[in-house]
């Protein structure tokens, strides 16, 4: 006898292909009218990325008016570079990627020095690692995904440092995949999957607090 239980795999599955396809089929859209300047539709991009792209920006920087200012250069380079989107990848994984080269510009000129040694830089994140992150998996954000004291967590992940903070940003906040994350990072798989572990690993304690603080207060 057939039962839920047992098609609900293939029901899984098929929601996540169909997802997958419209996901395809808006980044074309959004290809085609960049290169047809469509009028109208970066402003319908600005209001449906304007916070991702902020928030992203601030964890990136740490500095408010740095992100802000930046912020306008983004939204100016996809208005200009707009035809070079071809739609292969999803938008905001093309968003993100300008973002972060313009924070590197930022602090090349700023600092006389290269953030891809920061970004790029060979270390322990670079050693191949044979953990897997299970996207079903719980992690130390679920215990706080629902406190209202979000600036517990905004604290937490800027105590880091930038290559484990942009990771959990990426993978938590903005809801990237893993390969998605490889693309914006210009880090391979095996990196990414390093830096997300050892972030995990080093917010853990600082989001438990966080949940253990605002039980206390209930």
Same mark, same amino acid.
């Given at each position: 006898? #057939? ?13 996540? %292909? ?7 089929? /808006? ?30 920006? #601030? ?15 983004? $939204?100016?380079? %996809?208005? %200009?570079? +707009? ?5 292969? @990848?999803?938008? /905001?994984? $093309? ?25 790029? +830089? ?6 191949? #690692?044979?953990?897997? %992150? ?21 604290? @937490? ?8 903070? /942009? ?6 906040? /903005? ?6 994350? @490889? ?18 690993? #080093? ?16």
């Amino acid at each position: 006898m #057939m039962t839920f239980a047992s098609v609900k795999p293939f029901f899984v599955q098929a929601v996540a %292909v169909a997802q997958d396809e419209q996901a395809r089929q /808006e980044s074309l859209a959004v290809a085609q009218g960049l290169k047809r300047q469509e009028a109208g539709l970066l402003d319908e991009l600005i209001v449906r990325y304007q916070h991702r792209l902020l928030r992203y920006l #601030m964890y990136l920087t740490g500095n408010r008016e740095m992100a802000e200012d930046l912020f306008q250069e983004v $939204w100016m380079r %996809v208005l %200009v570079r +707009g035809g070079q989107f071809n739609g292969q @990848a999803r938008f /905001e994984t $093309w968003l993100f990627t300008i973002a972060r080269n313009l924070v590197i510009d930022q602090r090349r000129k700023r600092t006389a020095c290269s953030l891809d040694e920061l970004f790029e +830089g060979k270390g322990d994140d670079d050693r191949p #690692m044979s953990f897997e %992150v299970a996207d079903g998996d719980p992690t130390p954000f679920d215990c706080v995904s629902n406190l209202e004291d979000r600036q517990r967590i905004a604290a @937490a992940l800027l105590e880091l440092d930038a290559l484990h903070r /942009e990771v959990l940003v990426l993978r938590f906040h /903005e809801e990237l995949s893993l390969e998605e994350i @490889a693309k914006v990072t210009r880090a391979p798989l095996s990196t990414v999957k390093s830096r997300l572990y050892r972030g995990l690993a #080093m917010i853990k304690p600082k989001l438990e607090a966080a949940a253990a603080y605002q039980q206390e207060a209930v």
